[in-house]
């Protein structure tokens, strides 16, 4: 099976290198493009102030990370998780450069860059010229964002893993699926026995019936080509 990670972030800021950190991680397995149910997600003291600007976003404030672990604390669990899986993540470099900061904080092993699949470039490559933001894609697909006030990492996790599927062609792939099971039914009923069906099929009529409408047609029709031609010569029972 191809197993995938669905990962988002909020963080303080836009740049790590400017002293902003990481607040929030969650992430999403799927499996051939279908969600498997496991999730992973964890708050994370930044270990600075949470900006106003930054709190408006996603609404996480200080009093929510006090009692949060460092990420020191979760990254075995966040990279046991991730495991060797590809990383999926909308405008990923944003994404990636968080996690590699802070996993250089800690001196932990990073996620090789080949690894990290960017669903933006995904979406501007298929929609060249237009809005390709998380929210414009969910309302492109008709992904319901009823529960999305505020960002927050598991629910954009969640709705990118949704528009993965649609970027990947998520409808057309369970057509395909259908059309898998057509043929398994196919191969089902072809081995409990049936064959093809004799041709000419046996007749299921009696001769004193085929004798009885052959006296009828003598009787009853005046011109008999019309029958002649398809090969029943009416002026004989045989």
Same mark, same amino acid.
């Given at each position: 099976?191809?197993?995938?990670?669905?990962?988002?972030?909020?963080?303080?800021?836009? +740049?790590?290198?400017?002293?902003?950190?990481?607040?929030?991680?969650?992430?999403?397995?799927?499996?051939?493009?279908?969600?498997?149910?496991?999730?992973?997600?964890?708050?994370?003291?930044?270990?600075?102030?949470?900006?106003?600007?930054?709190?408006?976003?996603?609404?996480?404030?200080?009093?929510?990370?006090? +009692?949060?672990?460092?990420?020191?604390?979760?990254?075995?669990?966040?990279?046991?998780?991730?495991? %060797?899986?590809?990383?999926?993540?909308?405008?990923?470099?944003?994404?990636?450069?968080?996690?590699?900061? %802070?996993?250089?904080?800690?001196?932990?092993?990073?996620?090789?860059?080949?690894?990290?699949?960017?669903?933006?470039?995904?979406?501007?490559?298929?929609?060249?010229?237009? !809005?390709?933001?998380?929210? !414009?894609?969910?309302?492109?697909?008709?992904?319901?964002?009823?529960?999305?006030?505020?960002?927050?990492?598991?629910?954009?996790?969640?709705?990118?893993?949704?528009?993965?599927?649609?970027?990947?062609?998520?409808? %057309?792939?369970?057509?395909?699926?259908?059309?898998?099971?057509?043929?398994?039914?196919?191969?089902?009923?072809?081995?409990?026995?049936?064959?093809?069906?004799?041709?000419?099929?046996?007749?299921?009529?009696? %001769?004193?019936?085929?004798?009885?409408?052959?006296?009828?047609?003598?009787?009853?029709?005046?011109?008999?080509?019309?029958?002649?031609?398809?090969?029943?010569?009416?002026?004989?029972?045989?």
């Amino acid at each position: 099976m191809a197993r995938e990670i669905v990962l988002d972030t909020e963080t303080t800021g836009f +740049d790590p290198k400017t002293g902003d950190r990481l607040i929030e991680v969650g992430c999403i397995e799927i499996e051939d493009l279908l969600p498997t149910g496991r999730t992973f997600h964890t708050l994370v003291h930044p270990e600075r102030p949470i900006p106003p600007d930054a709190i408006r976003v996603h609404g996480i404030t200080d009093e929510r990370v006090r +009692d949060a672990p460092r990420f020191r604390e979760v990254v075995g669990e966040l990279m046991a998780f991730i495991g %060797e899986a590809p990383v999926i993540a909308h405008n990923a470099a944003f994404d990636r450069a968080f996690i590699d900061h %802070e996993c250089g904080l800690c001196g932990h092993r990073l996620i090789e860059e080949t690894r990290w699949i960017d669903t933006l470039k995904l979406a501007q490559s298929r929609f060249p010229g237009m !809005a390709n933001s998380l929210d !414009a894609l969910c309302k492109r697909f008709r992904i319901s964002l009823v529960e999305r006030t505020l960002h927050g990492a598991l629910i954009d996790a969640r709705l990118l893993a949704e528009v993965y599927l649609e970027l990947k062609g998520g409808k %057309e792939r369970r057509l395909d699926l259908s059309s898998a099971r057509t043929v398994t039914a196919q191969v089902a009923a072809a081995a409990g026995g049936y064959g093809p069906r004799p041709r000419p099929l046996a007749p299921r009529s009696t %001769e004193a019936e085929r004798t009885a409408h052959l006296a009828f047609l003598r009787e009853t029709l005046k011109d008999a080509s019309l029958w002649t031609a398809y090969g029943l010569e009416v002026g004989t029972a045989a």
